[in-house]
Antibody, heavy 119, light 110 residues
Framework: QITLKESGPALVKPTQTLTLTCTFS??????????VGWIRQPPGKALEWLALIYWDDDKRYSPSLKNRLTITMGTSKNQVVLSMTNLDPVDTATYFC???????????WGQGTLVTVSS | SYVLTQPPSVSVAPGQTARITCEGD??????VHWYQQKPGQAPVVVVY???VRPSGIPERFTGSNSGNTATLTISWAEAGDEADYYC?????????????FGTGTKVTVL
């Protein structure tokens, strides 16, 4: 059974850097074809894909946010970390991490973590 | 960048059929996934690769993809189908490969 859980600060000040951790179980990110992605959802708005890291450490970023995002494998083999710089109130959203294999959708999601950007 | 457009809302009577469209340029050249999201919950895949249902998803959920429009059809709609629905594709047509979500459709079962 695949599970994922997001963790990080609930409140961040404008201009600060947000660091979120996705801790997962039930799969290995060293298995060929496996990836973990980050998706966010502002309150009452649509889903927005942010970043994805593949089993081979290849990384993909949303074109509109790539200058602000960094995705890495965590120090623990079952973690993925997303950093976003220069936060703005419009970045207020629920941030999800999700499992994905080759040519599949995001088939397992974490519960999400709400991040509010406010001074 | 690639854009997927969905109607903001669709209403359906119980027992009737709801159709949710997802418009994108030559979308039939891409595999379309559909997610259902209920309030306060994470999205769940209801159809992937245009028309494949994951295990546990009722046969009432079917998908199709042709030309510039993909469609999720919910037959014999039930109150439990009330949710937001999102289409999603992988856009590999430019140097900036990306995963794109649609604008979302709120389905109301009246």
């Amino acid at each position: 059974q695949i599970t994922l859980k997001e963790s990080g600060p609930a409140l961040v000040k404008p201009t600060q850097t947000l660091t979120l951790t996705c801790t997962f179980s039930g799969f290995s990110l060293s298995t060929s074809g496996v990836s973990v992605g980050w998706i966010r959802q502002p309150p009452g708005k649509a889903l927005e894909w942010l970043a994805l890291i593949y089993w081979d450490d290849d990384k993909r970023y949303s074109p509109s946010l790539k200058n602000r995002l960094t995705i890495t494998m965590g120090t623990s083999k079952n973690q993925v970390v997303l950093s976003m710089t220069n936060l703005d109130p419009v970045d207020t959203a629920t941030y999800f991490c999700a499992h994905k294999a080759v040519v599949t959708p995001f088939d397992s999601w974490g519960q999400g973590t709400l991040v509010t950007v406010s001074s | 960048s690639y854009v997927l457009t969905q109607p903001p809302s669709v209403s359906v009577a119980p027992g009737q059929t709801a159709r949710i469209t997802c418009e994108g340029d030559n979308i039939d050249s891409k595999g379309v996934h559909w997610y259902q999201q209920k309030p306060g919950q994470a999205p769940v895949v209801v159809v992937y690769d245009d028309s494949v249902r994951p295990s546990g998803i009722p046969e009432r959920f079917t998908g199709s993809n042709s030309g510039n429009t993909a469609t999720l059809t919910i037959s014999w709609a039930e109150a439990g189908d009330e949710a937001d629905y999102y289409c999603q594709v992988w856009d590999g047509t430019s140097d900036d490969l990306s995963y794109v979500f649609g604008t979302g459709t709120k389905v109301t079962v009246l």
